[in-house]
């Protein structure tokens, strides 16, 4: 989902890989603006996957570390602009799912059902909406 917004935007990371980090805390790391580690498990199950949207947010915020390193007010700037983009993409029904794509990589979870992107857009844009109403812009 991603790949458009890295093309348009001219970052190449040579590395995107899951991690499972002790800390529990830690959901993505952007080593040195070539290499990307996400988490896409839940810390309390190995076995459970993040959901499709949290796990694409992490992305985002770790793709903000290319321009970004600290997480200031430009950073969360970025990284909102990026969101909206890339719900954008969602909504027109836009992936990178059709674009070349560099290395080998293999599916997780092992699931195969079909998600309503639009759906899950709108859901993902509904809950950002409110969390920034209830943060007031505190970042």
Not at 19 to 30: Q, R, T
Not at 73 to 86: I, P, V
Not at 101 to 126: F, K
């Amino acid at each position: 989902q991603v790949k458009p917004i890295c093309v348009k935007h001219e970052w190449s990371v040579a590395h995107l890989e899951e991690f499972y980090p002790s800390n529990k805390g830690l959901l993505g790391v952007n080593i040195n603006r070539t290499k990307i580690c996400v988490r896409l498990r839940e810390p309390r199950d190995a076995d459970a996957l993040y959901p499709f949207e949290l796990a694409l947010d992490i992305v985002l915020h770790e793709l903000t570390h290319m321009v970004h390193g600290a997480h200031s007010a430009d950073f969360y700037r970025l990284l909102d602009a990026l969101r909206e983009e890339c719900e954008a993409l969602m909504t027109a029904g836009i992936s990178g799912r059709n674009m070349p794509w560099q290395g080998e990589g293999r599916a997780l979870g092992g699931g195969s059902a079909a998600r309503d992107v639009r759906a899950a857009a709108a859901a993902a844009a509904a809950r950002r909406a409110q969390a920034g109403a209830i943060m007031q812009g505190s970042g």
